[in-house]
């Protein structure tokens, strides 16, 4: 059989955790940044998980977990 290939854009935007669950990046994080307070900044910073509905797809995606 053949070897399924990964999804390179996919594997830079997302983590498995050691429990199995997809870590992402929060957007809105990248520039325009002065307007915004460092709180607002503070939670963008750290990582979301993907929503379960998201699962399969991202998923599909890393076929050997990224």
Known sequence: MLK???RR???KRFRITGTGRLQRRHAFRNH???HK???RKR???TSATVDP???DR???MLPYGG
Do not use: P
Request: hydrophobic fraction near 50%; aromatic fraction near 4%; avoid cysteine.
């Open 4 to 6: 399924l290939k990964t």
């Open 9 to 11: 854009a996919a594997a």
């Open 32 to 34: 325009l940044l002065g």
């Open 37 to 39: 307070s460092s709180k």
């Open 43 to 45: 939670f963008l910073a």
């Open 53 to 55: 509905t998201d699962h």
């Open 58 to 60: 991202v998923r599909g």
